[in-house]
């Protein structure tokens, strides 16, 4: 027992002895050893076996047992728990103390089970303003999942904003393309693991010199030296990276807005390398530059162009100010007209807004999703027209966006519009662009597949523009190759040339594949004999006509064929 005077004396000074130790302001310069010998001395006199406490994040984080724990205190005897404290602190952070008497110590006196209590709750307050700070901290700089937040990448920014601390840096802002397919297909645990995995493997190249946060979601933010540039975007642009413990490996891509900080770049503000970058990778979303966009001053001049356009379209939209235009698709060797290829043009305020002025703004958001199912339903009400009127009717292609891809009702959307006008499915093909990553790839072949089922043609558009050509006509069941004019070969080039081969190539296994194939941009009699002497069926451009108005694109159905000699 310690309830007599000799025991309450000792009690006073060790307390006031370990009360002093813990009083010091900087937590830094505490003396823990005094502190542990104090605790461990008090809990020998009070007839105590052990000492367990608990520190949590969280309510959330004490529920499920989720913490640290900190043994204060043992003998080495065991024994009952006698006496639990818990405290809560403004951050909502929780430390528990639980203490322990050996079997056969008899109970605690109320004196005792006071100074005991005393004890403990003095020893919470020092361990919770010790991992308070950490918390804090952690709160502060880090998210619920353990990466750096903005915080971290603002206050990064802030203590190496002195005139040129970034010299010969750069910094990036990516978001994953079509993430949620991953969660989709893999899981939203398998997500978890490539954004981990990853974010670790940036790091890895990143190395000390720099920092990489979390924006939130996917997004993601770093600096890094400007000689690891080439590696880090390479890794971004396209990566194997693992989705689960096993090591199984998905490709995965990456919207990627870039800015080089100049020489002598002082951040009077931290938030204008973020606004940079952020800006270059919106423009990044369009698809254009593999993915990846440079910032310079003429993205801030087309910023506001950006924000008209995306103010403007849906009224626009209302307005039908959008029209559909058409693009002949001829049969190489009679001229016969033998589909057509529909495209946007906005007219506002009497002027036409070039497509390269609006398409990219609009892939930036769901925007060019309602262009692409408007174009659809007004190329299916012509279509519709032409049936009515008993004229020459032939099948009409619809450019369909990336951004489809991760709606899993795509083929349905597209039937709902062509039964809706009472279309023959034959006369509609969709046409989608290559991908570069397995989600999408795996996303495209879906989409693919319900519309064949249905009987609608699809195309791929761009052929040899991506990473996955052979394999994307290999696994898929395209019925037609658009091929891209980059294959067209130059006219002075001779038949050994590497762009001959190449085309010859791949018109011929196209062909042997069952693909019907078209070449876009034929703009001189040459290429079409090109065409004609490797037995390419169509062929779609400026020698035979321009996109055309509905109005005179249906003179052309009459005309039914282009009168060319060669």
């Known amino acids: 027992m310690v309830d007599n005077n000799s025991g309450s004396e000792q009690f006073s000074k ?53 913490g640290e724990t900190i043994i204060s205190y043992d003998n080495g005897k065991g024994g009952r728990p006698v006496h639990t404290v818990r405290i809560e602190t403004s951050l909502m952070s929780i430390a528990t103390m639980t203490v322990y008497m050996a ?20 020893a919470l307050v020092f361990i919770s303003r010790n991992r308070l700070q950490d918390i804090a901290y952690q709160f502060a700089f880090y998210d619920d999942h353990g990466y750096r937040s903005i915080r971290s990448f603002l206050k990064y920014l802030a203590w190496n904003g002195k005139p040129g601390a970034f010299d010969g840096m750069v910094a990036a802002n990516y978001n994953f393309r079509h993430f949620s397919l991953v969660n989709d297909k893999y899981g939203r ?55 689960d413990d096993e090591g199984h490996t998905l ?69 039908k100010e959008f029209k559909v ?25 009497g002027n036409i807004v070039p497509p390269m002025e609006f ?10 999703c309602m262009l692409d199912f408007y174009v659809l339903d007004m190329v299916c009400s012509y ?25 899993e009702q795509l083929h349905e959307d597209i039937l709902g519009i062509v039964n809706r006008h009472r279309i023959p499915h034959e006369l509609i093909e969709v046409e989608l662009t290559e991908t570069t990553t397995d989600v999408e790839f795996r996303a495209l072949q879906r989409i693919v597949g319900a519309l064949q089922k249905e009987g609608i043609c699809t ?26 004019r980059c294959f067209l070969p130059l006219g002075e080039e001779n038949e050994s040339s590497v762009n001959n081969i190449m085309f010859k190539n791949v018109i011929a296994m196209a062909r042997e594949m069952g693909l019907e194939t078209i070449v876009e941009g034929v703009e001189t009699t040459e290429q079409l004999q090109l065409l004609r002497d490797n037995k390419c069926d169509l062929a779609q451009g400026f020698l035979f006509d321009k996109p055309l108005p509905v109005e005179e694109f249906e003179k052309r159905l009459d005309m039914h064929k282009y009168a060319i000699e060669i």
């Open 251 to 319: 490709t995965v891509g990456t919207y990627v807005g870039v800015f080089v900080i100049p020489e002598g770049y002082t951040v009077t503000d931290p938030n204008a390398i973020l606004g940079k970058v952020m800006l270059a990778y919106r423009v990044a979303q369009s698809g254009v530059n593999d993915h990846i966009v440079f910032y310079d001053d003429g993205l801030m001049e087309g910023k506001d162009q950006a924000m008209r356009i995306q103010q403007q379209f849906p009224f626009s939209l209302k307005k």
């Open 459 to 484: 195309s791929v558009d761009d052929f040899g523009m991506g990473y996955s050509s052979l394999n994307l006509i290999r696994v898929i069941p395209w019925n037609v190759l658009k091929v891209d």
């Open 383 to 407: 279509i519709r027209r032409w049936l009515d009127d008993g004229r020459n009717v032939v099948r009409v292609s619809v450019n369909f966006s990336r951004k489809h891809i991760v709606n």
């Open 103 to 122: 079997d056969d110590e008899p109970d605690m006196t109320e004196d005792e089970l006071a100074k005991v209590d005393l004890v403990m709750r003095t």
């Open 14 to 66: 060790l307390f006031e002895e370990l009360v002093s130790a813990m009083a010091v302001i900087n937590v830094d310069h505490i003396d823990v050893a005094v502190v542990q010998d104090r605790l461990n001395r008090l809990a020998a006199l009070l007839r105590l076996s052990k000492g367990v406490t608990h520190v949590y994040s969280s309510p959330a984080d004490e529920k499920i047992g989720r």
């Open 189 to 243: 645990e398998a997500g978890d693991h490539v954004l981990r995995n990853h974010y670790d493997n940036i790091q890895k190249l990143i190395g000390q010199n720099g920092t990489l946060c979390r924006l939130g979601g996917d997004n993601f933010i770093c600096i890094f030296p400007r000689e690891k540039m080439e590696i880090i975007l390479e890794y971004l642009r396209r990566a194997d990276v693992a989705y």
């Open 325 to 349: 235009f058409f693009q002949p698709k001829v049969n190489t060797m009679t001229g016969e007209i033998c589909g057509a290829e529909a495209l946007c043009r906005w007219f506002k305020a």
């Open 359 to 368: 398409i990219p703004v609009l892939e930036r958001s769901s925007d060019i």
